[in-house]
């Protein structure tokens, strides 16, 4: 090798994908991923956390300030909306026994606060002595329970207003407490029928004598999430801080909803 050659270093690639410094006051560069979901943008209740099952009304929490009540016919999607609500899979148990909910189930929502899951109407399959002993519960409860600031009524959207749904309504009616109305599993309708049968619902419902109000629901699309949370909040006494600070969507009406609830 001559003395007038020489030997160059190659040149040091640099590591690809190595982080820039950013300098003060810059902002940093888009690269294209989606910063993480808030993952409780689609539950308005995420703390909600079982309780206590109660078989005697004596036994309530004794610290409870506001209630909200969830009833409907069995395989309506009484549990399934709750779960959604708490954003959590079974929270309230999703039974294929008629009636498998045989007590009152409190949920705390926040301090002094609670969901109160009640009887499905499959209670009607159930043994004689069992039906006393869940009307001797559950009638005081809905017509005396001071805390009880609201009725939920599931209905599925198929079958609104059953004879049971009327009976439970007209029985709980007197008392002056609201009703709100949820019309589960909207999206296994197309939409003019959501529409149809949601008219037709609040028509019906008009001359309750009772505060009411009525809305399409899904567990599965989530619909209709944040305007049932904007009513339980008010009942509850809570701030409303589903769309200010969750960013709440309620998603688009799809594809059926795979709800095999019955409570």
């Not at 045989?102 to 969901?115: I, K, M, T």
């Not at 198929?158 to 589960?184: I, K, N, Y």
Request: with cysteine; aromatic share 6%.
């Amino acid at each position: 090798m001559s003395n007038s050659q020489t030997l160059k270093t190659p040149a040091k690639s640099l590591p690809k994908n190595k982080a820039t410094p950013i300098k003060s006051g810059e902002k940093p560069a888009h690269t294209g991923i989606a910063p993480p979901k808030n993952p409780g943008h689609s539950h308005p209740f995420p703390r909600t956390e079982f309780l206590t099952t109660v078989a005697r009304l004596r036994d309530a929490p004794g610290d409870a300030v506001a209630e909200v009540a969830f009833v409907g016919r069995s395989n309506a999607g009484k549990s399934s909306a709750i779960n959604t609500l708490a954003g959590k899979t079974r929270l309230a148990y999703v039974s294929k026994t008629p009636g498998r909910t045989q007590h009152l189930n409190y949920f705390s929502v926040a301090p002094d606060r609670y969901f109160v899951d009640l009887p499905g109407y499959g209670f009607a399959k159930a043994p004689q002595d069992v039906r006393k002993q869940w009307d001797g519960l559950l009638g005081p409860y809905l017509q005396t329970r001071e805390q009880l600031k609201g009725l939920v009524i599931i209905m599925d959207i198929r079958r609104p207003l059953t004879e049971m749904d009327w009976q439970m309504l007209e029985w709980f009616a007197p008392t002056g407490r609201a009703v709100h109305v949820l019309l589960s599993k909207a999206d296994k309708v197309s939409r003019q029928e959501q529409t149809k049968t949601l008219r037709q619902v609040k028509a019906d419902l008009a001359d309750l004598g009772c505060p009411v109000s009525v809305q399409l629901f899904s567990s599965l699309k989530r619909t209709g999430v944040a305007e049932a949370a904007t009513v339980m909040n008010r009942w509850l006494g809570l701030c409303d801080n589903v769309t200010k600070e969750t960013g709440l969507d309620d998603g688009p009406i799809g594809a059926a909803e795979r709800e095999e609830d019955v409570d």
